[in-house]
């Protein structure tokens, strides 16, 4: 059975550092997702990596996957505040749409 | 083009009582997902439904929960006799007809608040 396990679980950084978020899942998945959630609100969409070796940039976040090792990270540049959200990787478990969330990092930018 | 839709946002019910919960997928999309999030924790897999059949509920409690999608109108997923332990977040969440895309695509999510 899937498994996925996010560290850390919570994340207090000062803005303009650097930080990486670490996603790993226990057998083969298809494709790999990271989602931000803001409080009380919905899911929204920042990356889908499909490939060993891909990398996704968008800002200051970039997302890449390492599917040997069953790893991805999500990697923070230069944090400001409006990055604090909870951040969730999701696998899905190959050859299905079930998709398995992490338990999520809960990031908070100090200014 | 309209996103997921879901309703009602907040729901307050007794226990005992039922939840209906209601998602409209994205125009075009066949593939429904339903996932439960308690507070402070990740989500859940419920269950994945095409139009009129279920394709895997394994994330289904046993008892009370039942989902559908009928061939017309909104996927329902249904809470009866709740309990205090089934106060989440429901996401609905949507996808396009195989092999016309990966991702699924939320909704803004049903809070339930049983009292």
């Known amino acids: 059975e899937l498994k996925v396990e996010q560290n850390p679980l919570f994340l207090s950084m000062q803005e303009g550092k650097n930080y990486t978020i670490y996603c790993n899942y226990s057998?083969?998945?298809?494709?790999l997702y990271w989602y931000r959630q803001d409080p009380g609100k919905s899911l929204e969409s920042l990356f889908v990596l499909l490939s060993n070796g891909a990398v996704k940039q968008e800002g200051r976040l970039m997302a890449s996957l390492d599917t040997k090792a069953r790893l991805s990270t999500l990697h923070i540049t230069a944090a400001v505040h409006d990055l604090s959200a909870t951040y969730f990787c999701?696998?899905?478990?190959?050859?299905?749409?079930?998709?398995?969330f992490g338990t999520g990092t809960r990031l908070k930018v100090l200014a | 083009n309209a996103g997921v839709m879901q309703n009602p946002r907040h729901l307050v019910r007794r226990r005992g009582q039922e939840a209906r919960l209601r998602c409209s997928p994205m125009?075009?999309?066949?593939?429904v997902y339903w996932y439960r999030q308690l507070p402070e924790e990740g989500l859940k897999f419920m269950v994945y439904?095409?139009?009129?059949?279920?394709?895997?509920e394994s994330g289904m409690p046993k008892e009370r929960f039942s989902a559908e999608f009928p061939k017309e109108g909104p996927s329902i997923l249904r809470i009866q006799q709740v309990v205090r332990g089934d106060s989440a977040a429901y996401f609905c969440a949507s996808s396009p007809p195989a092999g016309q895309g990966l991702e699924q695509y939320f909704g803004p999510g049903t809070r339930l608040t049983v009292t």
């Open positions: 999701a696998a899905n478990t190959s050859g299905t749409y079930k998709y398995i």
């Open positions: 125009k075009g999309h066949s593939h």
């Open positions: 439904l095409q139009k009129e059949n279920i394709i895997d």
């Open positions: 057998t083969t998945s298809d494709r």
